[in-house]
T-cell receptor
């Protein structure tokens, strides 16, 4: 089975540019999560979707961040305009609702560097 | 709100020895799931072990076992016969059964294996 697929693996861009991170969840998974990981703050949940619908976006730091899930097999996290403090590793994860003890399966992450 | 606390930011253990990573959590719920994830330098998030709160028996997976103390809200991970490949960041995580599907992560413990 293919796991969660994220692209790109690395992204380096200049401040002010738009950044789009992509995620393909595991087929059949009901939930999709976006996380940000930094040394200072650890792993933070930004937003998650259930059946393509955003359920909780309270972790999204600012209006510069937006996420979409147009269908069950694709999601994007966009930062516009990007700032140096957005530099982090961004993870996408997916899981099934049932059975309830299902863990989240993570992608390999996107390391984002904003210069 | 639920919280997960890992009080040891870093630990070291001699190869082949046993090490225990601590995790405590706070919840008012009676039914939930607990997980330990491992994040090696490759930055993949790998599920190590899971525990259902309604089960009294501690979960084990080969060299990995947990000490689940529900009354004390403690969920420690024991790694026996430590190997160099065990060097990683370890995250304790909590998932509610009755609420939404969010998983709440601790800040992590970085484990060093000394040859």
């Amino acid at each position: 089975d293919a796991g969660v697929i994220q692209s790109p693996r690395h992204e380096v861009t200049e401040m002010g540019q738009e950044v789009t991170l992509r995620c393909k969840p595991i087929s059949g998974h009901d939930y999709l999560f976006w996380y940000r990981q930094t040394m200072m703050r650890g792993l933070e949940l930004l937003i998650y979707f259930n059946n393509n619908v955003p359920i909780d976006d309270s972790g999204m730091p600012e209006d510069r961040f937006s996420a979409k899930m147009p269908n069950a097999s694709f999601s994007t996290l966009k930062i516009q305009p990007s700032e140096p403090r957005d530099s982090a590793v961004y993870f996408c994860a997916s899981s099934r609702l049932r059975p309830s003890n299902q863990p989240q399966h993570f992608g390999d992450g996107t390391r984002l560097s904003i210069l | 709100a639920q919280t997960v606390t890992q009080s040891q930011p870093e630990m070291s253990v001699q190869e082949a020895e046993t090490v225990t990573l601590s995790c405590t959590y706070d919840t008012s719920e009676s039914d939930y799931y607990l997980f330990w994830y491992k994040q090696p330098p490759s930055r993949q998030m790998i599920l190590v072990i899971r525990q259902e709160a309604y089960k009294q028996q501690n979960a084990t997976e080969n060299r990995f076992s947990v000490n689940f103390q529900k009354a004390a809200k403690s969920f420690s991970l024991k790694i026996s016969d430590s190997q160099l490949g065990d060097a990683a960041m370890y995250f304790c995580a909590y998932r509610s059964v009755n609420r939404d599907d969010k998983i709440i992560f601790g800040k992590g413990t970085r484990l060093h294996i000394l040859p």
